[in-house]
Nanobody
């Protein structure tokens, strides 16, 4: 079973930066899109950034201009560069890979989550 392995979380002061990385432990074919989700303490998980196969990116308004999602198709890896971090960015970040299985539908892979804590 292929797993997504995340790294890069930690503790940072407000205004600082972190870079999250996510790569699969094995090969994943037919990737449709890749994304990062954020789950703040006591809240539901929500998507913050997505990157499609053609490189098109979308962001939730709260991170637009501060976060940048990118991917390395040779490694099936996805990254999240987080700048100008705010205390409200605190939480667990999960990477997500959507695999297109054609007539079989789609399959979603999830990372184990990495903790980001932003102190004020």
């Amino acid at each position: 079973q292929v797993q997504l392995v995340e790294s890069g979380g930690g503790l940072v002061q407000a205004g600082g930066s972190l870079r999250l990385s996510c790569a699969p432990s094995g090969s994943i074919s037919s990737i449709s899109s890749m994304a990062w989700y954020h789950q703040a303490p006591g809240k539901q998980r929500g998507r913050v950034a997505t990157i499609s196969n053609d490189g098109t990116t979308t962001y939730v308004d709260s991170v637009e201009g501060r976060f940048t999602i990118s991917r390395d198709n040779t490694k099936n890896a996805v990254y999240l560069q987080m700048n100008s971090l705010k205390p409200e960015d605190t939480g667990v970040y999960y990477c997500n890979v959507l695999q297109d299985l054609g007539w079989s539908g789609r399959f979603m892979y999830w990372g184990q989550g990495t903790q980001v804590t932003v102190s004020s």
